[in-house]
């Protein structure tokens, strides 16, 4: 990737000047020109190398840019785990590289598992149950009576009732940002290494690993976010 970030460095028709004329031009007069930066490798920094596990991601959309939070929903305590804020051109770019690793990855692993569902009651069944419908429990005889209706399908969580389970430390509130998502991937897992593209080094501001069942419900999550005219959105995978 060629980067090309805003930088302070002489140019050529500057290099011509004498020297009374750069004195003449003092602090009021900044230098200008232009650094062409080839993106070869990104830095690491120590407090993101081992990266974080999440299992669900929030995505909340703006005119500007795109907020993803990372969330870890397991035992006691749900809380979100990274925060990466990327401008909505990139997350776009991100959408089709992680469409683009899916396709490499089942081409060399097979489909992409899914996430494991309940099993329903009607399954536990067997089969020899299946052939024989008097082994059912017998039906009531009165299937109008509201005891025996269908209980309406729930309705979809609201956003302030998800936040209100989340916990978010102060220190994550305004999140890291990113200008370049670096997708790699093993037969379980994706890793997600979100990056800040300026000169003089490239940097990763954010790890994240995602188990493979995680990764599909992600990209529709994110194309149902961008698909939209520019506004206030939300979306949970």
């Keep these: 990737m060629s980067e090309h ?22 602090e009021s007069q900044p230098v200008q020109g232009q650094v062409r930066h080839n993106n ?8 993101v190398g081992q990266g974080v596990l999440s299992n669900g991601v929030m995505i909340l959309t703006g005119k500007f840019e795109i907020v993803l939070d990372f969330a870890l929903r397991m035992g006691e305590q749900q809380r979100i785990v990274a925060r990466c804020i990327l401008p909505r ?33 009607e399954s536990e069944y067997s089969l020899d149950e299946e052939e024989n419908p008097e082994s059912r429990p017998e039906e009531s ?13 729930p309705e979809p969580p609201n956003i302030q009732d998800i936040y209100d389970e989340l916990k978010i430390s102060d220190e994550m509130m305004s999140g890291s940002y990113s200008n370049a998502v670096l997708i790699r991937h093993s037969g379980t ?10 000169f003089p ?27 939209p005219p520019p506004g206030t959105s939300q979306e949970f995978a």
């Excluded at 005889?141 to 399908?153: I, M």
């Excluded at 897992?189 to 300026?198: G, K, M, P, Q, R």
Aim: include cysteine; proline fraction near 12%.
């Design 89 to 121: 051109a990139v997350a776009q770019q991100f959408t089709g590289a992680l469409r683009e690793n899916m396709r490499i990855y089942e081409a060399r692993f097979g489909p992409l598992p899914t996430v494991p569902r309940p099993i329903t009651n």
């Design 201 to 227: 080094r490239s940097a990763v501001s954010a790890r994240v690993f995602l188990a493979a069942p995680h990764v599909k419900p992600l990209l529709n999550s994110l194309e149902r976010s961008l698909e």
């Design 40 to 47: 070869i490798s990104a830095r690491v920094p120590d407090s």
């Design 189 to 198: 897992e994706f890793c997600l290494d979100f990056i800040t593209n300026f």
């Design 141 to 153: 005889s009165a299937p109008n009576h509201p005891e025996n209706q269908l209980a309406p399908p």
């Design 5 to 26: 970030p805003e930088g302070f460095t002489p140019s050529d028709d500057d290099s011509e000047n004498s020297d009374d004329e750069a004195a003449n031009m003092g």
